[in-house]
């Protein structure tokens, strides 16, 4: 009860509401990823959504709530989760899933060991902005193929009132945050929800008959972490390219707000916080938690920088996760609607890489930045994967290593600026 009175901190009652409100927004536009997860390896949705309130109010902790992240389920961890899951069953790849979290530790405590230089060395913005970049248009397709009323390759939703829906959805969300005023400039990204789900509404495009059955309070089921050593093995070396990804997230927020959350609270912060998330999440059966770039695409837009709201956003997923109605609500909410908003979310971390390239003037003129940057955004918009045995390098993790690899390897001329 401390921590939480800690957390939420003497504020008045009326900016207290403005911020939850501001909260209920990041909980909109981090939810559709959240549950997509654990529906797609068999974990439960409503302990994915608790693991992400637990482990966003834990790292809070951590870090001493300086910095505006929400942690959500971890999309690295995808295919893991469905082999761990056939090969040792629930139990085991839940332990697997929590030893996980101690990769994180272990790279929290060579950054402390190094120090920040050493992590700008390694992380120079030739690095960093084509990362950035690819953080948004490596789930371009998803964003498209959400507006578009697909899911995979299945047309979930009739393709011409999917275009008419997202593109409803994304003009109202354009408007308000360019045109609106200055509140609803603060919640653009809700308004812009609510206006699609209604627009569904009138156009027959919502199925209530879900929210109609399913009871209000519903507890979650809880299965018992097996120890299983083999899951562990398996896991821990997964935890490298979601770790990575966590630096350009966290790298990316502080372009966005101005703050260098490298340097305070520091990055062997951020990352303990963000493995103790995986840990527990891990542990009550909920899929591994990450920094997300909507979010960062959320605050960027919204100007809202105020890491309260991220409490607030993750209160509310704690409390949803025993809700089965307003579970079955979000639930509802038709896949072009946030197809519209992720359109608009996902191209502004895309910009915002360009953007770091352009504030260092990296030279793309120079053959070993060309290289660097080019290299990086074919591999990790190409969806190329990488197997070493049973281990798989994807998307931000591949591109990343790379991306650091060939820094330290290629020569650099002592005028290029990197």
Request: charged share 10%.
């Amino acid at each position: 009860m401390q921590s939480f009175v800690y957390l939420m901190g003497s504020i008045g009652l009326g900016h207290q509401f403005k911020l939850a409100l501001a909260g209920a927004q990041i909980l909109f536009v981090a939810f559709g990823a959240m549950v997509l997860v654990p529906l797609l390896t068999g974990l439960n949705p409503a302990l994915a959504l608790m693991g992400a309130g637990i482990g966003t109010l834990l790292f809070q902790i951590c870090t001493k709530r300086k910095v505006p992240i929400y942690l959500g389920s971890s999309f690295a961890f995808i295919a893991p989760i469905i082999y761990a899951m056939q090969e040792w069953g629930l139990a085991s790849t839940m332990f697997g899933l929590f030893a996980a979290g101690f990769m994180y530790f272990v790279f929290a405590a060579l950054i402390k060991w190094r120090g920040l230089a050493s992590v700008h060395r390694l992380l120079p913005p030739v690095v960093i902005g084509p990362v950035i970049m690819v953080i948004g248009l490596s789930v371009a397709v998803v964003a498209s193929n959400m507006a578009m009323g697909r899911s995979g390759d299945i047309q979930v939703v009739d393709y011409t009132h999917s275009l008419f829906l997202s593109g409803f959805t994304f003009a109202v969300t354009v408007i308000v945050t360019v045109f609106g005023s200055k509140m609803m400039r603060l919640i653009p990204i809700l308004i812009g929800v609510a206006a699609g789900y209604i627009m569904a509404l009138l156009t027959g495009m919502v199925d209530t008959s879900a929210m109609a059955a399913a009871p209000w309070f519903a507890l979650p089921h809880f299965a018992t972490p097996q120890v299983n050593w083999q899951a562990a093995l398996f896991m821990l070396p997964v935890a490298i390219a979601p770790t990575i990804e966590h630096i350009g997230g966290i790298m990316a927020i502080g372009k966005v707000t101005g703050h260098d959350y490298v340097k305070e609270p520091g990055l062997h912060r951020t990352l303990a916080g963000d493995g103790l998330g995986v840990c527990i999440a891990g542990l009550i059966g909920g899929p591994p938690v990450t920094t997300y770039g909507e979010v960062t695409g959320a605050v960027m837009i919204t100007k809202n920088s105020n890491p309260v709201i991220m409490t607030w956003a993750a209160v509310f997923a704690i409390f949803m996760a025993f809700f089965g109605k307003f579970n079955a609500f979000l639930s509802s909410i038709p896949l072009p609607v946030m197809g519209g908003i992720m359109l608009l979310l996902f191209g502004t971390i895309a910009s915002l890489g360009l953007k770091t390239l352009i504030d260092a003037r990296v030279d793309l003129m120079e053959p070993r930045n060309l290289v660097i940057v080019s290299s990086v955004l074919v591999v990790g918009v190409g969806g190329m994967v990488v197997k070493i045995g049973t281990m798989a390098f994807a998307g931000v993790g591949l591109c990343a290593l790379l991306a650091i690899v060939l820094n330290l390897l290629l020569p650099s001329k002592s005028s290029s600026q990197t």
